[in-house]
């Protein structure tokens, strides 16, 4: 089976934590150097927006502190309180950044601010331009270095920081731009750079915070890891379905996932347990997941129950060809005959849960008057099942 993707092992793990430190240390040494650079010209040219420019790189230096933390941390294996280990701490990390980053957005503009109202002209030097002309070179560099770690290790909270970096690189910019204009045309607009300049930044922050709190509440699993996932299993000898796979995200490279898989009633339980256990085995080694199978039993030699499965797939298909189905089976008894089944509804399926068990329902009783449902409806990972008769809910 062709296989692209590969969760990171524990001892690529460690290397990861070991780049994490390495980028730290040197976002450190950059940071502290342009502080003590920019605050000694802004104090000395009196621009209000160069002193909040040096103030930003101090905020850097700290913010990279907290990265360099969280790559200690991120990196613990799990223990007793922490069973699944503590990489989310990174996601953490990253929101610490974004506040950082929202902070001094606020307070480089409630400084511009002040600075329009009261304006003075500053002291224009060519050590001045070349200030920030290093700065934004120095920044540039640092950027793409930062994106490249990222992108090799799979860091939100590096990329976040780089994100910063080009922050700083476009203020810097910004203010570049402001101090030459006001020299040319003798204008005092210092203040209005800064107010652009914080706008941004805040922008910045926020689309960190966003994009942080995405991973913290949990997203889509990877498209590309769940469908070679679903590759691996259903190419196995024995099994005839799978449904409900959830990946967990506990943090970068470590996962958890769950899934049903079909197999066949009338095989002997060891046998579909043992082949349940390599699937497992499998994963474990071709994606460094922990995967946790459950079994379910499907009667293959069922006339009846094949004939009913057929009708109501090709009822939903009629509703809509997106939806599918899955654990189906009959049970009869003397008074009724009962259909039990999963619905996997697709999120673009504008019909609510009640609508489509009702319609199902009558398109069932059309042809079985007596017949009973049991509809569990998969969507979104939220999962409920109903007695179409009684219309008690039952939700997992």
Same mark, same amino acid.
């Given at each position: ?25 040197? !976002?450190? *040494? ?31 230096? *700290? ?20 069973? @699944? !280990? ?11 950044? *974004?506040?950082?980053?929202?902070? &001094?957005?606020?307070?480089? !503009? ?10 003075? @002209? ?7 331009? !070349?200030?920030?002309? @290093?700065?934004? =070179? ?54 209005? /750079? ?22 913290? &509440?949990?997203? +889509?699993?990877?498209? $590309? ?16 379905? &799978? ?15 769950? /899934? ?5 009633? *009338? ?13 497992? +085995? ?17 009667? =293959? ?24 189905? $899955? ?29 489509? +068990? ?20 998969? +969507?979104?990972? /939220? ?14």
């Amino acid at each position: 089976m062709s296989n692209t993707f590969k969760v990171q092992s524990t001892t690529s793990t460690n290397m990861r934590a070991q780049i994490g430190v390495k980028v730290s240390i040197v !976002g450190l *040494a950059i940071n502290l150097s342009l502080f003590v650079l920019k605050i000694l010209v802004g104090f000395l040219s009196g621009s209000i927006a160069m002193v909040a420019d040096a103030v930003n790189n101090l905020s850097d230096f *700290a913010s990279t502190i907290i990265v360099l933390i969280s790559f200690k941390i991120s990196s613990r294996p799990a223990d007793h309180e922490h069973p @699944f !280990g503590h990489a989310r701490f990174e996601y953490i990390a990253s929101a610490i950044v *974004a506040m950082f980053i929202l902070f &001094l957005g606020f307070e480089l !503009g409630k400084s511009s601010i002040k600075k329009i109202i009261n304006p003075n @002209f500053i002291s224009v030097s060519w050590f001045l331009y !070349g200030t920030l002309i @290093f700065s934004i =070179l120095v920044k540039t560099v640092l950027y793409y270095y930062y994106m490249q770690q990222s992108k090799k290790i799979d860091s939100i909270v590096i990329k976040a920081t780089a994100k910063d970096s080009l922050s700083d690189v476009i203020v810097n910019l910004g203010l570049l731009i402001a101090i030459f204009l006001g020299k040319i045309f003798s204008l005092a607009i210092d203040g209005y /750079a800064g107010i652009l300049m914080s706008i941004f930044i805040v922008y910045s922050g926020i689309s960190i915070l966003r994009q942080t709190a995405d991973h913290i &509440l949990g997203q +889509r699993p990877d498209r $590309h890891l769940k469908q070679l996932i679903k590759q691996l299993i259903l190419e196995k000898p024995g099994v005839y379905g &799978l449904h409900d796979l959830i990946i967990h995200d506990y943090g970068v490279d470590n996962y958890f996932a769950t /899934a049903h898989v079909e197999v066949d009633a *009338a095989q002997d339980i060891m046998d579909s347990h043992d082949i349940l256990d390599q699937i497992e +085995r499998e994963v474990a080694v071709q994606f460094n997941i922990n995967l946790v199978l459950h079994m379910d039993p499907i009667d =293959l030699n069922n006339p009846e129950q094949n004939r009913w499965g057929v009708l109501v797939e090709k009822l939903v298909h009629s509703i809509d060809p997106g939806i599918s189905i $899955h654990d189906f089976r009959v049970q009869k008894t003397d008074q009724q005959l009962q259909l039990i089944f999963d619905l996997k509804v697709p999120d673009d399926q504008a019909r609510s849960n009640e609508e489509l +068990r009702a319609e199902i329902d009558r398109s069932v009783r059309k042809i079985e008057s007596d017949a009973k449902c049991w509809i569990t409806i998969d +969507r979104n990972y /939220a999962t409920e099942t109903v007695d179409l008769i009684t219309g008690d809910v039952q939700q997992s």
